[in-house]
């Protein structure tokens, strides 16, 4: 696959949160591009710090993101040919701590995210971690870290590399259900730029309870309009003009806990309008589970037939309360952290 | 990842191997059980000498794991075989870039080994140091060609490789590396032999194509005048007459074999030429008795003179495009063959 039309990074965190990337680009990419793709390791994996840095809640991880990629119909011309952009993080914690290995990757084909994430799971971060241990056994003093993870690094992205081209596939998997914790509204345009949560009441004991389920509701407010803008700014790096991403799925856990963040979108009048779930996967508390086709029927029903967001609030769950809370501004933000996230 | 059914995916004939084994166990019964064991291997043309395999045997024999046998390591050791098949097909298909043999190792270990290797750690003690593991493998896939397994030298070459860590009583997990230390240098020279293969096969293509092409050219390079060959030959047999528009469309299919539109062409390049294969045709057209009247000295005689004859109206000293010379030849030559068929018999 030719660089020019790939987006591949491979970036990896030690326990201390240093960060180390091997980054694929086209020798055409200018020196202040190139300099800005320096900076996109910290940016992404940002968040995945987090939710530990915050000292809210547990140590989350954001394992996939993944993000539709929608034409500009005025620029179809200049249109890059990528089709997927998605991001996988793999955590391993060892007695020294918790070290995270992040790829990004975006090309012209659907990929096979499963056979990838494998590659990253059981293969290259493994190899990173024994690797390490190997050869500081064996070299003691002489052994230069840097050196060491930028080699495991550009092992690894060329092993991804190696394996990108091929169509998803269809994997059999259990059907999980979820329980609705929170809808986000979003409004993304030329000078316009809105994010609001609609979850249970600040007083529900539901709301209390389900903390325990999520990051918190800081994190997953921000989360969404936080990596699609990143997103978009990778593209502007790259050069992909004329496509405009949507995120389409967060997945989050924290040991046997899982959350997932789904999102549909519409353009209409030149406003990305989307609208996301949060939902936690069913366990012993959850009640009135779903599917996931079910939640996505049911922003489509506000995207495309107008039903009204009081309908669906009832619909995702009857415990919501219609009441906006703003995921913007700091000051609202803090808001978000200082009464939906009060554990009392 | 998915738990591969090792058995199922490398399926080998087990019922039927296992009766083997018996008959050489019945065969040799007061030998010693490794002995036997080592025989039969032997015989399943794994590729090793019977000492080597009766070393190997010997040193395995008490690291095996709880419940396992010598004759279950020789099992897994006829599966390696359809494994390494298996693995080879692959690697005779991968197109790594730049040729990478580092990107080799690494995918054939991921795609290939990675669950072996799980699958594989069951037949041996679990506290056996990892060294020991990296030594069965090189055993196991080393290529059948070139094995020359001598179990005290391969462990040397290991034992330093891969020291067996612990955390406190446990053993950390360094398969990763296990499989690099004893894998790596067999899938660099297998894919090195890929490469080679491909190499020959890529230069006997182009041997095969240079000698087409040449063989193409030179034809290309000739005269044909096949259809004025087979009017002459038809002629000679039935006496029926040729009409003038006939020959005139065997004088110019012979001229357009050699002469390409929109190439250049000057006299003295194909005069020589054309008399020579314009004499072949009609003498190869003509029957035995009139072959002794008329040799190919004489046609070329007489071919020779209407070429002068043309050569005096056209006086053109540069190159001219094939479509013309074939235009200003056809009317002379035309009239040569007619004059030439209406007196042979004479």
Sequence with gaps: ?344 | MEEIDFNQLYKIETDKILRYYERIRNQFRFSDPIEIVSKFLVNQSIGSSFKDVNDTLTYFNDKLGYGKELLDLAIEWIRAQKIRLEYKKYLIRAQYPNNSMSLAVDDCLFKFFLQYDKYIRNLLKEDIREHNFSALYEIFFSPFESKNLNIQDILERHIDNVPTHFQDMEKINTNIIILRSGLSIIIVKDYVNVLQSRKEEKLKKEQKFAKQKMEKLAQENNFEGLLLERQIKVYCISKKEISDKEIENAVSQFLSSYFKFGTLYSFEDFKELLIQNLADDIYSGLNERLKQKNTIANIKYLILNVIALFRKTNTAKRPLDGLAWKRDLTDFLKTFVIKFISTMFN
């Design chain 1, 1 to 344: 696959m030719k660089k020019e039309n790939i987006i591949l990074g491979l970036f990896f965190a030690d326990e201390n949160n240093l960060v180390f990337e091997s980054i694929k680009y086209s020798e055409a990419l200018s020196n202040e591009r190139r300099d800005s793709l320096k900076m996109l390791s910290f940016r992404f994996l940002g968040p995945v710090f987090l939710t530990a840095a915050s000292g809210i809640g547990n140590n989350w991880k954001i394992d996939f993101i993944d993000s539709a990629l929608s034409l500009y119909q005025k620029q179809v011309d200049e249109t890059a040919v990528i089709q997927s952009f998605f991001t996988l993080n793999s955590s391993i914690e060892t007695d020294s701590g918790v070290t995270n290995l992040f790829a990004l990757i975006s090309t012209p084909f659907t990929e096979d995210v499963k056979l990838i994430t494998e590659e990253m799971t059981e293969y290259i971060h493994p190899s990173v971690i024994q690797g390490r241990i190997v050869s500081e056994s064996l070299l003691g003093s002489r052994f230069n870290f840097d050196r060491f993870i930028i080699r495991e690094l550009n092992r690894g992205i060329n092993l991804i590399e190696y394996s990108l081209g091929s169509a998803r596939k269809m994997y059999w998997e259990e059907k999980r259900r979820y329980y609705c914790v929170g809808l986000i509204e979003r409004k993304n345009g030329e000078g316009i730029r809105i994010s609001n949560l609609y979850t249970f009441d600040k007083d529900d004991p539901l709301r209390k309870a389900y903390l325990n389920f999520i990051p918190s509701y800081y994190v997953m407010s921000i989360l969404p309009d936080y990596y699609e803008h990143l997103i978009s700014e990778t593209l502007t790096i790259y050069n992909k003009k004329g496509v405009y991403p949507n995120i389409r799925e967060i997945k989050l856990s924290y040991e046997d806990k899982k959350v997932i963040y789904l999102e549909e979108y519409l353009f209409e009048n030149e406003i990305f309008k989307t609208y996301g779930v949060i939902l936690v996967q069913q366990n012993e508390v959850t009640e009135e589970n779903n599917n996931l086709s079910f939640f996505k029927k049911t922003m489509r029903l506000i995207l495309d037939k107008k039903r009204s967001l009081t309908y669906v609030l009832d619909l995702l769950n009857p415990q919501f309360k219609n009441e906006k809370w703003g995921a913007i501004s700091n000051e609202d933000l803090e808001k978000i952290g200082k009464i939906l996230d009060n554990q009392n």
